[in-house]
């Protein structure tokens, strides 16, 4: 089971109403080395400077965030993390001396050796980088003149100097006109460089320069076409990949799943549903994201006014209060859905239907043979004592009750 820990927590949610924190996402800052053109983040970067958290605080967040029980760490843009490199090497060592699952975003092109070596040594789990295009003539054009060059140049370190594959290594492209013909050639680039997947979305027009790069109705055909191409690759290759997702997106808007209509269904409640396997989105069950400056939401999408902040409150305190609980019931009820979740271009959809689909999995192969349920019973008491076993209890009646 790909999603078995998050359904575990999930599962949690539902039986004891306890929410064990899954995930914690840190954007460490909003400056960046880089200018790219299809970015909107970068054009008051560095007047953030002053408001960003300080290294203690981050490494203070990060233990609060151990202590609600969370499993993965992602350091993510934002800005370009590495800008404080020094602050991801403190966390990185504190998080995997503990155990964490780690990620890290970075358009790759500001490490130092040191650095590399150290998360090589460190075995951390997973590095993504963000290239735009197969070649600096397509790179370079949207993210700077050299950059493809030093993103290329660290990532080939890494991936030859890593051991058994560890640090696993992606590549992130934002599709945009500009290179959507050189899909299948990302492919090629990950697989030359040793990676295990390659992350695609498209290009969001946050901006009037972004605008510039969105693909028209035309472009979006011939995309869709090289898009089952390179998925056909890249599994051949044997690459994770998220083109399913951006595949998705295309098709949403093509069947109308985005019109008013659908929209006032789901804020005004008529999709009503009690099983909790069809929650809108399971982020806010599983995940908290920090902003540089200390505002804290459910994912990368959701900030507006009312995002609490580290600054208020603990962690635990958010986690707990009423910002998430409100969210919580809004996604699971389906009612008053807020309009960021319901456009949300995220991959983060892509993991809730991923997630949907293996607790109804779940719920389908769970045994109704009593004599089975009590030699299962029997051995999870003989392997992590009569508590777990009677928590296991409670989650196949609530699974089979149908609430699930």
């Known amino acids: 089971m790909a999603y078995e820990k998050e359904c575990s927590n999930l599962l949690r949610y539902c039986v004891e109403r306890q929410v064990p924190l899954y995930e914690i996402v840190f954007f460490l800052t909003n400056r960046c080395n880089q200018r790219c053109l299809t970015c909107w983040q970068w054009e008051e970067d560095f007047k953030t400077i002053e408001k960003e958290l300080s290294d203690e605080m981050w490494m203070k967040l990060l233990q609060e965030s151990i202590a609600m029980e969370a499993r993965h760490l992602y350091i993510v843009g934002g800005g370009e993390p590495m800008v404080r490199g020094n602050l991801v090497m403190k966390l990185a060592e504190f ?28 075995k951390w ?23 493809f060059e030093k993103a290329f140049q660290n990532l080939m370190y890494i991936s ?16 945009t ?3 959507y013909l050189y899909l299948k050639e990302m492919v090629d680039l990950a697989v030359e460089t040793g ?25 979006v055909e011939r995309c869709k076409e090289i898009l089952i191409s390179a998925k056909a690759k890249a599994e051949i290759a ?7 997702s951006v595949l998705e997106s295309f098709e949403n808007v093509n069947n109308g799943q985005n019109k008013d209509d659908d929209k006032n269904d789901l804020k005004n409640g008529r999709n009503n549903n009690d099983r909790f396997v069809e929650t ?46 409100t969210i919580r019931e809004q996604l699971q009820k389906k009612e008053a859905i807020p309009d960021i979740c319901i456009n949300c271009p995220s991959q983060l959809r892509q993991r809730s239907e991923n997630i949907r689909k293996e607790l109804k999995t779940m719920g389908e192969k769970t045994t109704k043979n009593p004599i089975l349920l009590i030699v299962r019973f029997l051995n999870r008491i003989k392997k992590e004592g009569f508590s777990s076993a009677l928590k296991r209890v409670k989650e196949w009646l609530y699974i089979r009750a149908g609430k699930v």
């Open 177 to 179: 006109n500009k290179n």
């Open 160 to 175: 030859q100097n890593r051991n058994h594959l560890i640090p696993d290594l992606g590549i992130n492209v934002t599709i």
């Open 95 to 122: 998080a995997k001396q503990r155990g964490m699952f780690c990620v890290l975003h970075t358009n790759g092109t500001l490490f130092k050796k040191e650095q590399m070596d150290k998360l090589i040594s460190l």
């Open 238 to 244: 044997g690459l994770y990949h998220t083109f399913d």
């Open 195 to 219: 990676c295990g997947g390659i992350h695609a979305t498209l290009v969001q027009p946050f901006n009037k320069q972004a605008e510039q790069f969105v693909l028209e109705k035309e472009e």
């Open 280 to 325: 809108y989105c399971f982020e806010p069950v599983l995940s908290m994201t920090i902003s540089a400056d200390g505002k804290v939401s459910p994912c990368c999408m959701f900030w507006n006014k009312d995002n609490p902040s580290v600054h208020d409150y603990s962690l635990s305190e958010i986690w707990k209060g009423p910002f998430f609980n």
């Open 125 to 147: 789990d997973q590095i993504i980088f963000s290239i735009d295009g197969p070649n600096p003539g397509i790179n370079n054009f949207i993210r700077g003149e050299g950059t």
